[in-house]
C-alpha cells in the first residue's frame, strides 16, 4: 500500500497532528462565525456572498441550453436535476465539494449521444436536507426512483467521489438495471485493505461526521471550500469562477453543510451494507477512472474486489477535481466507455 499512502494520503500526518489540526480549525471557525461581519471572500477581483440567507441566495447556475432544471418527488424527498440531449439515458452523481454543475464542462458533448440526467445529492443545493437517509443504499433509492419516474427501464451510470459510493449501491442493487458504471476517484467504504488505510488518515472524514461541524461550517461554505479544495487538488486553481460561485452557492442554502456532512457521518452502516452487496460481484461493465495524484494507484484493484468487468483508465496530470483538471482526457475516458458497444447482457444476473 506504499503507493497508496504516497498519493491519496499525502498531506496527512499522524493522529496527534491530526487531531490537533481539527481543534485548531474548529476553534477558527468559531472565532470568525463570532467576530467577522465581513460576508464576502475574494476571488481574484471578483467578491461573492457566501453567507447562508436564503432570501438573498442566487438561484442555481445555468445549464447548457439544450437542459433544464427540474424537480421530482422520489423517496419522500424532492430531488433536484437538470436533463438534456437524446439517446439512452446515461445518469451522473457529484461529489462534496461539488454539485451537479461539476459536470457542466460535459454537458455539451455527452448529450449528442445520450439524454444526460444529472441531479443534485439529497442534502445540498436545490435537493431536499432531511435529518436522515443518508447512507449511499438510501441515496441509491432516491436516484433508482428518480429514473423510475422518467420512465426509464436501463441506464448507464457514473459516480464521482461520494457520487461514486451512491453509483456502486445502485448498482448492486439494481444491477439488472444498469448497462454500464464508471467509478470516478475515491474509494469504497468498507471494501479492504484500502478502507481502513485511508480512512484514518483523511481527517475530514473524521470532521465531517462529527453531529457539530455543519453548525460550525454554516455560514462559512466559501470560506471552507476553498480552503479544502487544494487539499486533494493537483493543478492549481482548477475551478472557472462560475464554477466556484455555483459550488459555493450549493453549500450555502440552509442545511447544506448539515447536509453534505451527513454523507460522512453514514459510512459505518455504508460500509456494512458494502460488505453484504460485494458477496455478489457486479457484472456490467465497470470503468475505474483515478486521478494520477489521488486514486489512480489503487482503484482499478479496489474496483476488482466488487466487480468482475472492470477497465482502467488513469487521468495524468490531475488530483482529485478530474473533471475540473483535464477535462479533456476525463471527456474522452468516458465517450469511450459508455459509446462502446461492449455491454455485458445483465438479465441473467442475480442482483
Not at 19 to 41: E, G, Q, Y
Not at 171 to 181: I, M, S, T
Not at 305 to 325: D, F, M, P, R, S
Request: with cysteine.
Amino acid at each position: 500500500m506504499q503507493s497508496v499512502n504516497n498519493n491519496y494520503g499525502r498531506h496527512q500526518g499522524g493522529k496527534s497532528r491530526r487531531l490537533a489540526f481539527s481543534f485548531l480549525f474548529l476553534f477558527s471557525l468559531k472565532i470568525l462565525s463570532c467576530s467577522n461581519t465581513d460576508n464576502t471572500t475574494k476571488t481574484g477581483a471578483a467578491a461573492i456572498v457566501v453567507e447562508n440567507k436564503t432570501d438573498t441566495t442566487p438561484g442555481p447556475a445555468a445549464p447548457p441550453s439544450n437542459f433544464t432544471h427540474q424537480t421530482a418527488r422520489v423517496n419522500g424527498v424532492n430531488i433536484h436535476y437538470v436533463i438534456g440531449g437524446h439517446g439512452e439515458p446515461l445518469v451522473l452523481l457529484h461529489g462534496f465539494g461539488q454539485n451537479w454543475y461539476m459536470w457542466n464542462r460535459l454537458l455539451p458533448e455527452l448529450s449528442k449521444h445520450f439524454t444526460v440526467i444529472v441531479p443534485d445529492l439529497r442534502g445540498i443545493g436545490e435537493s431536499d436536507k432531511p435529518a436522515d437517509g443518508y447512507d449511499k443504499k438510501t441515496m441509491a433509492k432516491d436516484i433508482h426512483e428518480l429514473i423510475a419516474k422518467l420512465g426509464y427501464k436501463s441506464i448507464k451510470l457514473a459516480g464521482h467521489d461520494i457520487g461514486l459510493m451512491v453509483a456502486y449501491a445502485y448498482a448492486a442493487q439494481y444491477g439488472r438495471e444498469v448497462k454500464k458504471l464508471a467509478l470516478l476517484d475515491a474509494l469504497l467504504p468498507g471494501v479492504e485493505p484500502v478502507w481502513s488505510d485511508l480512512s484514518g488518515k483523511l481527517w475530514w472524514f473524521g470532521f465531517f461526521a462529527r453531529p457539530v461541524s455543519g453548525e460550525l461550517v454554516n455560514g462559512r461554505a466559501g470560506l471552507f471550500l476553498r480552503d479544502f479544495w487544494p487539499v486533494v487538488g493537483h493543478v492549481k486553481d482548477p475551478f472557472t469562477k462560475e464554477e466556484s460561485v455555483e459550488f459555493i452557492r450549493s453549500y450555502s442554502v440552509a442545511g447544506a453543510t448539515t447536509g453534505s456532512f451527513h454523507w460522512f457521518a453514514a459510512f459505518p452502516q455504508d460500509a456494512k451494507d458494502n460488505l453484504q452487496f460485494m458477496k455478489t460481484k457486479l457484472h456490467m461493465p465497470l470503468l475505474a477512472m483515478g486521478g494520477e495524484f489521488q486514486s489512480a494507484s489503487f482503484l482499478a484493484a479496489h474496483c476488482r474486489l466488487v466487480a468482475n468487468n472492470v477497465k482502467e483508465v488513469n487521468i495524468t496530470g490531475a488530483g482529485h477535481w478530474l473533471v475540473q483538471e483535464q477535462t479533456e482526457q476525463v471527456k474522452k475516458g468516458l465517450l469511450d466507455f459508455f459509446s462502446t458497444n461492449n455491454e455485458v447482457t445483465n438479465k441473467n444476473h442475480s442482483q
